[in-house]
C-alpha cells in the first residue's frame, strides 16, 4: 500500500503557474503507476494525467494537455504536476494516488484508503 502526501498548492491568478508535489511511502513508484486526480466544488474526482511507473510515458486529460507537465524523481519518491496557464476552471483540490485502473490521460479515481489530504488550487480571473 503506498500512502501520499501532496504539496505546492496556493491561489493565484489566470495564467500563473504552480507545481505540485507528491511524496509516497511505503510500496514505491516501481509497483505503481501514479496519477493526478483533482475535484472541484460541487464536482466528483476526476483523473487529469497519470505517469507510468517503468516507461517514460505522460498522459494528460484534454483540459490539461498542453498545460500540465508530470514528472517523477524515483530515488525521492516523488512525482510532480507542473501547471502552466491556470484559469479559474482549474481551481479544485488536487490529489495523486496510485492509477491501479490502468495509467491513462484521464485514470480513474480509485477506491480505498490511498489518498491524502490532497492541495488546494485557486485560480482568480
Known amino acids: 500500500q503506498v500512502q501520499v502526501e501532496e504539496s505546492g498548492g496556493g491561489l493565484v491568478q489566470a495564467g500563473g503557474s504552480l507545481r505540485l508535489s507528491c511524496v509516497a511511502s511505503?510500496?514505491?513508484?516501481?509497483?505503481?503507476?501514479m496519477g493526478w486526480f483533482r475535484q472541484a466544488p460541487g464536482k466528483e474526482r476526476e483523473g487529469i494525467g497519470c505517469?507510468?511507473?517503468?516507461?517514460?510515458?505522460?498522459y494528460s486529460s484534454h483540459t490539461a494537455e498542453g498545460r500540465f507537465t508530470l514528472s517523477k524523481d524515483s530515488d525521492k519518491n516523488e512525482v510532480y504536476l507542473q501547471m502552466d496557464s491556470l484559469a479559474p476552471e482549474d481551481t479544485a483540490v488536487y490529489y495523486c494516488a496510485p492509477a491501479i485502473h490502468g495509467c491513462s490521460a484521464r485514470p480513474i479515481p480509485p477506491r480505498g484508503p490511498y489518498w491524502g489530504e490532497g492541495t488546494l488550487v485557486g485560480v482568480s480571473s
Open positions: 505517469m507510468a511507473q517503468t516507461v517514460a510515458q505522460t
Open positions: 511505503g510500496r514505491t513508484f516501481s509497483s505503481y503507476a
